[in-house]
């Protein structure tokens, strides 16, 4: 069976109480999305992927991955606390520490029409306002704020904070965004060391 197609929107910072609860980073704005979706896919970090392996339903055509029912969740000190069907005690939770979590593409409600997924950003051609094309988005940082890193033609590495007064156009057909970044900050990439 070909692999289902997941979206990262979090990872597992601990357990919290007794009774399974999950702790986790979450990378999308609103928790709502929790009943939404409906079930989570976890996936362990291959130090403790044979310890949590047992009683959870493989993901299917996923390595690795185990698709849990979302019994409940609450929002706790900035973090989102969930209640999964089949993780019913602390040694349980733990066992997940460290683990990514993965919504089903299938599962995720239709973007709007100013909106676009993280996972569809790397690979867009980046330009500036003026025309010039400054590099290719090669990944995301989603936390604490999203942070594209931009390869440029010459191998330089850009780190771009993506804020909406900073991204001024995004053209998923063409395949490119147009960025107007704050004053400095290419320069602090570009210019080489002891320019004048």
Same mark, same amino acid.
């Given at each position: 069976?070909?692999?289902?197609? *997941?979206? *990262?929107?979090?990872?597992?910072?601990?357990?919290?109480?007794?009774?399974?609860?999950?702790?986790?980073?979450?990378?999308?704005?609103?928790?709502?999305?929790?009943?939404?979706?409906?079930?989570?896919?976890?996936?362990?970090?291959?130090?403790?992927?044979?310890?949590?392996?047992?009683?959870? *339903?493989?993901?299917?055509?996923?390595?690795?991955?185990?698709?849990?029912?979302?019994?409940?969740?609450?929002?706790?000190?900035?973090?989102?606390?969930?209640?999964?069907?089949?993780?019913?005690?602390?040694?349980?939770?733990?066992?997940?520490?460290?683990?990514?979590?993965?919504?089903?593409?299938?599962?995720?409600?239709?973007?709007?029409?100013?909106?676009?997924?993280? *996972?569809?950003?790397?690979?867009?051609?980046?330009?500036?306002?003026?025309?010039?094309?400054?590099?290719?988005?090669?990944?995301?940082?989603?936390?604490?704020?999203?942070?594209?890193?931009?390869?440029?033609?010459?191998?330089?590495?850009?780190?771009?904070?993506?804020?909406?007064?900073?991204?001024?156009?995004?053209?998923?057909?063409?395949?490119?965004?147009?960025?107007?970044?704050?004053?400095?900050?290419?320069?602090?990439?570009?210019?080489?060391?002891?320019?004048?």
């Amino acid at each position: 069976m070909a692999a289902r197609e *997941r979206v *990262r929107i979090g990872e597992v910072a601990r357990a919290h109480g007794v009774r399974g609860e999950l702790s986790l980073e979450w990378h999308v704005e609103s928790p709502e999305l929790c009943d939404v979706i409906g079930r989570l896919v976890l996936e362990p970090p291959p130090a403790r992927r044979e310890a949590v392996v047992r009683g959870s *339903r493989p993901a299917k055509g996923q390595a690795g991955g185990r698709i849990f029912p979302i019994e409940s969740w609450r929002v706790h000190h900035k973090r989102l606390l969930v209640k999964l069907k089949g993780i019913d005690d602390r040694d349980q939770a733990e066992a997940w520490r460290g683990g990514a979590v993965y919504a089903l593409a299938e599962d995720m409600p239709p973007v709007g029409e100013d909106e676009v997924f993280v *996972r569809d950003l790397p690979g867009l051609r980046v330009h500036l306002v003026d025309g010039r094309e400054l590099g290719v988005i090669e990944s995301v940082m989603a936390e604490p704020q999203e942070v594209w890193s931009i390869m440029t033609s010459q191998g330089v590495e850009v780190l771009f904070p993506a804020h909406p007064g900073f991204v001024v156009e995004m053209d998923m057909e063409e395949g490119k965004v147009v960025i107007d970044p704050p004053p400095g900050l290419l320069e602090l990439y570009l210019e080489p060391d002891g320019a004048d």
